[in-house]
C-alpha cells in the first residue's frame, strides 16, 4: 500500500507532532485535522477500538484521504482502570496538569484500600481509506508502569509527568527525551505495527 499524505485525526498538537517525527523515515506527508479545518470528531464509543474507528471513517470521508486516528489512555489499576477511553475529558477543561491533580488526589483516596500504583498506557490506532465503509484496520500498542508520588518532566503531553514505564530507568515518560519514550511507548509500538503492515513491503 502506498500512501503519500495522511491525515491525523487530532486536533491535539502534541500527538500530532509524535506520529510525524516517527512516520518521518518513510517519507509520507502528515497533516492534522486542525491544519485542514476538519472538526474533532466526538467520541460515543466505550472502547479504545471503537472511538479510532469512529474518528478514522469520518475524517476520511470528509478530506478524501486515507487517515490515521489515536485513540489512547491511561488506565489505573486503584481506580478500577480509569480513566482509561475518558482520559482526555478526565481533565478538567483538558487541562492536564489539574488533571495530574485530580488524579493523585483520588489515588491518595483509594491507596487507603489499594497500595498499588500500578497502571498502563494503551494506544489503538485505526486507519480508514477513502471509499471504505466503516471498517478501519487496527494497531494497538500498551505499556505498563506505575503512577510517581509528583509530577515530573517537561517533555511529552498529557499525564506524561506522571507515567513511569516498567521499562525504563525510573524517569516518567516527561523526563525523557522523545526518542527515548518513542522506543517504549504505546504509541510508538502501536506505530511501529503500523509502519510494518503498511510501509515494510
Do not use: W
Not at 500530532?16 to 518521518?24: A, F, G, P, Y
Not at 504509541?187 to 509502519?195: C, E
Amino acid at each position: 500500500m502506498e500512501i503519500k499524505k495522511l491525515v491525523i485525526a487530532s486536533h491535539n498538537q502534541g500527538k500530532v507532532s509524535e506520529i510525524r517525527e516517527m512516520l518521518k523515515p518513510y517519507g509520507v506527508e502528515v497533516v492534522s485535522a486542525g491544519e485542514l479545518n476538519l472538526p474533532d470528531v466526538e467520541e460515543t464509543e466505550t472502547t479504545f477500538e471503537g472511538n479510532a474507528t469512529l474518528k478514522a471513517v469520518e475524517l476520511s470521508k470528509l478530506s478524501g484521504l486515507p487517515c490515521l486516528a489515536d485513540d489512547s489512555g491511561l488506565c489505573v489499576d486503584a481506580l478500577g482502570g480509569r480513566p482509561g477511553v475518558y482520559s482526555a475529558r478526565y481533565a478538567p477543561n483538558r487541562d492536564f496538569d489539574k488533571g495530574m491533580d485530580k488524579l493523585l488526589a483520588e489515588l491518595a483516596d483509594a491507596n487507603l484500600k489499594n497500595p498499588s500504583r500500578k497502571a498502563h498506557f494503551v494506544c489503538c490506532l485505526a486507519l480508514a481509506l477513502p471509499g471504505t465503509t466503516e471498517s478501519a484496520a487496527l494497531f494497538k500498542g500498551f505499556v505498563d508502569g506505575q503512577i510517581a508520588t509528583e509530577k515530573a518532566g517537561s517533555n511529552g503531553f498529557g499525564f506524561d509527568p506522571l507515567f513511569v514505564p516498567d521499562e525504563g530507568d525510573g524517569r516518567t515518560f516527561a523526563q525523557m527525551s522523545h526518542e527515548e519514550k518513542d522506543k517504549i511507548s504505546h504509541r510508538g509500538r502501536a506505530l511501529g505495527r503500523f509502519v510494518k503492515e503498511i510501509f515494510a513491503n
